[in-house]
């Protein structure tokens, strides 16, 4: 069995998994698509030296910000590790916010068509006129995304333009089937109270020094590393140029966190068959449960 705890980000899901993996001496895959990137520690909410000495981590700090890792990377990497502790029987604990890492790895997840030529006529066009185009193709990929990744509203955009299907369409066709074991657990919360929450992570974040950590980055790897564009990151950005205050790009970290926590919850709920909880001691409860009845 393969414990997958997510949900959205603030909820409160990597305490759960320490504390569940501590209970069972299991070991924790990471699930978070910005983890897997050396030195982005505090904008991440990676778990701590000290938390990693407690409970083994497994795909945390593996590529440098300024390399490229996908989906597809993720797949491989993630069930090699599935594939080695199962034979050590070792209990897996999958921990993370990323949807699609999660779906990629444990389901027969088909990625769509990759040789895909960018069409011209899209170049010229704003990231809001992509996205409403993205809107009339093909809305329930527009809802995964955010108006701004132009990369990925792109690449929604060129499947449909050298395929004639959308994106969905595509995936529809062949509806993954789940290749493990797994229960998907998650915290859930009002959306006021989870925003409230989200806010004072961003505060705590700024306090133990998230400027510093962007400011460090940069100045290894310069302001083009791919892993700048992760929440939190690429909102300090500006500030940096002396194109914003400090006052607004936290401001604008709490905003953009807020529409990916709503993009979250629409993944989940319509991609994975989670079993939610209002506390952290429920969930672990259901999940030692469940547990014991499968040792």
């Not at 491989?76 to 029987?89: G, T």
């Not at 990759?114 to 170049?123: A, G, P, R, V, W």
Request: net charge positive; proline share 3%.
């Amino acid at each position: 069995m393969i414990y997958v705890i997510t949900g959205p980000t603030g909820s409160g899901k990597s305490s759960l998994a320490m504390a569940f993996a501590k209970a069972i001496n299991g070991q924790i895959i990471n699930a978070d698509a910005f983890q897997v990137y050396k030195y982005m520690d505090v904008g991440t909410n990676k778990a701590t030296v000290k938390e990693q000495a407690a409970v083994k981590h497994h795909l945390l700090d593996i590529v440098a910000p300024s390399e490229g890792y996908d989906v597809a990377s993720y797949q491989n990497a993630a069930r090699a590790i599935i594939s080695k502790l199962s034979e050590q029987k070792i209990p897996i604990i999958m921990c993370g916010g990323s949807g699609l890492y999660i779906r990629a790895a444990l389901y027969d997840y088909v990625f769509p068509p990759q040789e895909l030529k960018t069409n011209s006529n899209y170049q010229d066009l704003t990231n809001a006129q992509l996205y409403d185009e993205l809107k009339r193709i093909d809305n329930e990929a527009a809802m995964t995304v955010h108006q701004n990744n132009r990369r990925r509203v792109m690449r929604a955009l060129e499947i449909y333009a050298r395929t004639g299907r959308s994106k969905s369409e595509h995936l529809a066709l062949h509806r993954p089937n789940l290749l493990y074991n797994a229960l998907f657990v998650g915290l859930k919360y009002e959306r006021d109270q989870l925003y409230a929450l989200v806010d004072a992570r961003v505060d705590t974040m700024i306090q133990k020094g998230l400027i510093e950590e962007v400011k460090s980055i940069v100045a290894q790897f310069g302001l083009e590393a791919r892993a700048l564009q992760a929440i939190g990151y690429k909102q300090v950005l500006p500030y940096l140029k002396n194109e914003c205050t400090l006052e607004q790009a936290i401001a604008d970290i709490k905003t953009a966190t807020r529409h990916y926590v709503k993009r979250q919850f629409t993944f989940f709920n319509r991609q994975l068959p989670m079993h939610w909880f209002d506390t952290k001691e429920e969930a672990k409860a259901f999940l030692l449960r469940e547990f014991h009845l499968h040792e």
